[in-house]
């Protein structure tokens, strides 16, 4: 198993821009999340999906898109890149309700996010 | 509001010591409780959790942590601290709206020294 991937690991963008960082896992995981990472912040969690076809959003939604229309699929757009949504963005994956619902998420590797 | 409170930004402590990164939480509600390690350039791995049941959790690498529910506290301890202990370690909860949602703590730093 691969478990969590994340593309691209590194990503400098123009205030304005628009991107897709990408996450999949191979584990058939009902949950995914988006998360980033600020210092001293902890993870805020950004979106989160129960399964495909169903998104919700997190603490920080604004600024940010996703969708979920496979199981091991979970993109996160930003839309108009702006400097405050430089961070670390973290995609994580976990078991759903059917497995108890108190499963521990799996994370990718991150992607590194700089927007001048 | 829930909430996790880690208050110390950083923890040092001698190799073969023994070691322990305070938690706090504010739930409403069953608490569950999590903790998880990051390495440097890496994302976080679980350690261990508490549901319900025996107050002391045995998690991985020789980990374990401590729930003390009159105190609001589930604190992480090792034994014997090694070098390769060094990172960034995570307490988190889970928010009671369900659906897995995870609400971190900002994060202590442990450094190990030889």
């Known amino acids: 198993n691969a478990g969590v991937t994340q593309t691209p690991k590194f990503q400098v963008l123009k205030t304005g821009q628009s991107m897709t960082l990408q996450c999949a896992q191979d584990m058939n995981h009902e949950y995914m999340s988006w998360y980033r990472q600020d210092p001293g912040m902890g993870l805020r969690l950004i979106h989160y999906s129960v399964g495909a076809g169903i998104t919700d959003q997190g603490e920080v939604p604004n600024g940010y898109n996703v969708s979920r229309s496979t199981t091991e699929d979970f993109p996160l757009r930003l839309l108009s890149a702006a400097p405050s949504q430089t961070s670390v963005y973290f995609c994580?994956?976990?078991?759903?309700?059917?497995?108890?619902?108190?499963?521990?998420?799996?994370f990718g590797p991150g992607t590194r996010l700089t927007v001048l | 509001a829930q909430s996790v409170a880690q208050p110390e930004d950083q923890v040092n402590v001698a190799e073969g010591n023994p070691l322990t990164v305070k938690c706090t939480y504010s739930?409403?509600?069953?608490?569950?409780l999590f903790w998880y390690v990051q390495y440097p350039n890496r994302g976080l791995q679980f350690l261990l959790k508490?549901?319900?049941?025996?107050?002391l959790v045995k998690g991985s690498y020789g980990f374990e942590a401590e729930f003390n529910k009159s105190q609001t506290s589930f604190h992480l301890k090792k034994p014997s601290a090694l070098v390769s202990d060094s990172a960034l370690y995570f307490c988190?909860?889970?928010?009671?709206?369900?659906?897995?949602?995870?609400?971190f703590g900002a994060g202590t730093r442990l450094a190990v020294h030889p």
């Open positions: 508490y549901i319900t049941g025996d107050n």
């Open positions: 739930v409403s509600g069953n608490p569950y």
């Open positions: 994580a994956s976990s078991y759903g309700r059917t497995s108890g619902g108190y499963n521990e998420q799996f």
């Open positions: 988190a909860v889970r928010d009671s709206g369900g659906y897995n949602k995870l609400i």
